[in-house]
């Protein structure tokens, strides 16, 4: 896949998006903080694996995935771009891949998998992530 040219507007946006510490991410790692939950941050859940989680709970095998709702394809939220509409589609049905691949590697070495959406409320996913900790 040949990345296509771009826009000089389009590239500075794209360079601005963050690929770790993003507001939905710290919204949940302060909400899980504040009720005493202790993780690991931007770490491979299973040695030599490249794919990192976004917060990792070792011990108890659970590892927390807060997914951007562009890039990760999320049912509600998703947009297909107009520009190189051919080469996006098939980036991001890459990203969706390596995604499952990454959720079924995971439980078949005995972890619990939590994908958490950006627009997600902080609260309600650090339940789901305190409730798979129990």
């Known amino acids: 896949m040949t990345r ?10 794209m360079a601005r998006q963050r690929r770790a510490n993003t507001k939905p991410e710290l ?33 108890r095998r659970v590892a927390v995935y807060v997914d951007g709702c562009f890039w990760h394809r999320c049912p509600q939220h998703a947009t297909a771009p107009k520009n190189n509409a ?5 980036k991001l049905a890459g990203n969706v891949a390596r995604d499952r691949a990454t959720d079924a590697e995971l439980t078949a070495a005995g972890w619990q998998v939590i994908r958490v959406w950006e627009h997600e409320d ?9 409730t798979a900790l129990r």
């Open 27 to 59: 919204a949940l790692r302060r909400e899980l903080h504040r009720r005493g939950l202790r993780y690991f941050v931007d770490r491979a859940p299973l040695r030599g694996q490249r794919r990192r989680a976004d917060l990792v709970f070792p011990r």
């Open 4 to 13: 296509p040219g771009t826009d000089a507007a389009t590239s500075a946006r």
């Open 122 to 130: 902080a609260a309600a996913a650090a339940d789901r992530v305190q």
């Open 86 to 90: 051919e080469w996006w589609a098939a």
